[in-house]
């Protein structure tokens, strides 16, 4: 049963108890935050909250090391309210599984034992506080906006795919189509966005989205970790 976590005064740091795969890779864990509009049913009663990222680029949902002395859910829920400042709780079930290679300059991958490889599993949280203090606030920004602003505005098509690939779930279709394909007709969009590999998430029956080899996601999505 995952902790009720009281809100921290400063996120965790360092990597002495980050959990790894079986093959070395570094395991994340985070989530895609939503709310519901009261008397708005479907894809328009959504709201999704991005974060800025440490880099100042283009935002994206909160995400971290997931460590020794937590489950999967706890991992998730703790970075959540670390980086993002909400509390609530993990749909289930998860998302999915999602590989990326860390965007550190590459002469530090190499100094990594993992080469910067890392796999992310990704929940939807349904939140129901919003927290004014919060451990990163004072380097974060928030903001609510659309499913379809989300998918436009998100840095990394990894996460992008995972958030299509929970719209489908929901049975929403069109706006999942409708939402990939503003994101890539957007021309101040991720410049690594490619169609074929968002349709692949739509195209797919599965409730889940596949497992993908980490070496094909590296050579299409770069991450700051």
Request: with cysteine.
């Amino acid at each position: 049963m995952p902790r009720v976590f009281t809100v921290p005064t400063q996120a965790r740091s360092g990597r002495e108890l980050q959990k790894y795969g079986d093959s070395g890779e570094r395991l994340v864990a985070g989530s895609i935050p939503v709310r519901f509009k009261e008397g708005v049913e479907g894809p328009d009663g959504v709201e999704v909250l991005l974060i800025s990222s440490n880099s100042g680029k283009r935002p994206v949902f909160p995400k971290g090391g997931w460590e020794q002395d937590e489950e999967l859910r706890e991992a998730a829920l703790r970075e959540t309210l670390e980086e993002a400042g909400v509390r609530g709780t993990l749909e289930e079930p998860l998302i999915g599984k999602f590989p990326f290679l860390s965007a550190k300059a590459p002469a530090q991958r190499t100094q990594m034992t993992h080469g910067g490889r890392c796999m992310a599993y990704l929940f939807v949280m349904h939140v129901s506080e919003v927290l004014e203090v919060w451990p990163e606030a004072k380097q974060r920004k928030r903001e609510w906006c659309s499913l379809q602003e989300a998918c436009r505005r998100c840095r990394y098509d990894w996460m992008r795919e995972a958030l299509i690939v929970w719209m489908r779930r929901q049975g929403w279709e069109d706006a999942a189509f409708s939402a990939c394909q503003l994101q890539c007709s957007d021309t101040d969009s991720n410049e690594d966005c490619q169609p074929a590999q968002l349709g692949a998430a739509m195209a797919t029956g599965a409730p889940h989205v596949p497992d993908v080899a980490v070496s094909a996601a590296c050579e299409r999505v770069a991450i700051s970790t």
